[in-house]
């Protein structure tokens, strides 16, 4: 929004009080209207539903953008209470001052590797710039036209192109996609690409979802993750053994190693290709399906984003799909602890005072929605600014894939979204389902 006046301010401020207000009447009938027999059982539903978390969101960014509790929200890592920021700058403010907030994933890294850190588990240091350059020499942003997205709009294609009218997303176009760009980019083979695929969402559960800590989900991701190394070992091993040149990431990093280059060890490639397998498989499967499924939810806006794909205008048809996951993004949290004691907003009305070691949730896809920032929040539309979208992180740790995510996600879903009459399968079929792993399992569309 460019420099508002006053009046528009005002306006804009009591609208979001207003709106605050409704939400609150909203939120009781839309828990009432939910599945499930018995209140808790309704609730639960509901705060699945992406309509209900936004309307749930209202009130707090008006009446407590920066709410703080003694509760403990997550405890799969250690903290001492919660705060929920809500607004749009306070939800950078957050990811911005990342001394003040940091990243919490070390444990859970270091048990996922057997040892060692990822640098999204660590902090600002020296350590930290030397795993991304190395993995940004490996990883180069030239690849994601001249090799990701081709893989992945050819393999979509042809992922489509056998399938007789209806598909079941996931399993069959989504998933193995990204499992490709694992396979056949990064060079990580050795396993059936269903395994790459369980492993993988394990893996992301276990570091970024199981906010309680569930041990049942530990010993299964950890066994995943137990598997994948010696798989990422093999491959590696492999290779060199092959004496094979092979211009693909682990072909850099051994490249990279040959040349004497620090923090490019055999353990020091399997760390970061382990954490490239995570950040990848789960996070496009997941985004792409979301991103159909709020499309197919609005028939204007589906009918803009077909005809666009059918034009050949990519970029208005990318915009069609990181709107649409805007209503959904797959991580509508990202979560931070305080280091010492500190403040959210100070100078503002509602600056809050943040204990140290308190878990703080920047709400990104209430950033999303804030009305003080973004034009007509609740609005489909194609023209928003990139500067818009919180879909993959912000600051330090924003998403290592960010330009693989903005080219892989129009190319999983443009060969679907153009084929005629695509809709969802009638009854559940149609639906996400998940199995209670927050990851899409099923989803089944289907087309003329
Ligand atoms: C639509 C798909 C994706 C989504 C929604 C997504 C989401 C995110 C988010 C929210 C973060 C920040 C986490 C935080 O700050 O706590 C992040 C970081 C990261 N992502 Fe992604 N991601 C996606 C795809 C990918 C892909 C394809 C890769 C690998 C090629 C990847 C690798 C990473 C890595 C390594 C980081 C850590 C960056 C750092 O610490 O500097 N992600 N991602």
């Known amino acids: 929004m460019t420099s508002p006046n006053f009046v528009t ?17 909203q939120i009781p009938a839309a828990i009432l209207s939910a599945k499930g027999s018995g209140l808790k059982a309704k609730a639960q539903a509901a705060f699945q539903e992406p309509r209900v978390q936004r309307l749930a969101l209202r009130p707090v960014r008006a009446f407590l953008p ?89 393999l979509a294609e042809k992922l489509v192109a056998v399938k007789a009218g209806r598909i079941d997303v996931p399993p069959e176009l989504s998933l193995p996609v990204p499992t490709a760009i694992v396979t056949d980019y990064f060079g990580v083979t050795g396993a059936p690409d269903s395994d790459f695929m369980e492993w993988a969402t394990l893996m992301f559960r276990y570091l970024f979802t199981d906010v309680r800590g569930e041990s049942a989900l530990d010993c299964e991701a950890l066994d995943a993750a137990a598997a994948c190394r010696s798989v990422i070992d093999a491959a590696i091993a492999k290779r060199k053994a092959s004496g094979q040149t092979k211009d693909d990431v682990l072909g850099r990093c051994l490249v990279m190693q040959a040349a004497g280059l620090p923090g490019m060890d055999d353990l020091d490639i399997r760390n970061n290709l382990i954490g490239l397998v995570i950040g990848a498989i789960p996070t496009l499967s997941k985004a792409a399906v979301q991103a159909l499924d709020q499309l197919l939810d ?14 050949g205008n990519d970029a208005l048809f990318a915009a069609h799909v990181f709107e649409a996951l805007r209503f959904n993004p797959i991580n509508p949290l990202i979560f931070r602890r305080a280091a010492s004691d500190t403040k959210i907003a100070a100078g503002h009305f509602r600056a809050r005072k943040i204990p140290k070691d308190t878990m703080v949730l920047a709400a990104n896809l ?62 559940e079929a149609g639906q996400i389902e998940t199995g209670n792993t927050q990851f899409p399992k099923h989803f089944v569309v289907e087309w003329e």
Not at 10 to 21: A, E, H, S, T
């Open 366 to 427: 209430s950033a999303m929605f804030d009305p003080m920032k973004i034009e007509a929040p609740e609005a489909f539309r194609t023209d928003r600014p990139w500067s818009d979208y919180i879909l993959w992180g912000y600051g330090l740790h924003g998403c290592f894939g960010a330009y693989v995510n903005r080219a892989v996600l129009p190319a999983i879903l443009k060969p679907l979204v153009t084929r005629p009459g695509l809709r969802r399968a009638a009854g």
């Open 66 to 154: 920066n709410l703080r509790v003694r509760w403990k929200f997550f405890t799969a890592y250690p903290n001492t209470g919660t705060a929920l920021v809500t607004r749009h700058d306070d939800v950078i403010e957050v990811l911005d001052r990342h001394a003040d907030f940091e990243v919490v994933y070390e444990p859970r890294m270091r048990a996922i590797t057997g040892g060692e850190n990822f640098f999204l588990g660590m902090q600002d240091t020296a350590l930290y710039a030397r795993d991304v350059s190395n993995m940004r020499l490996a990883m180069r942003r030239d690849d994601v036209a001249a090799t990701v997205e081709p893989l992945a709009r050819r």
């Open 298 to 311: 609005r028939p204007e806006e589906f009918a803009s984003a077909q005809q666009a794909a059918l034009d």
């Open 9 to 25: 301010v005002l306006i804009v401020r009591l609208r979001m009080i207003l709106d605050g207000l409704a939400a609150v009447y």
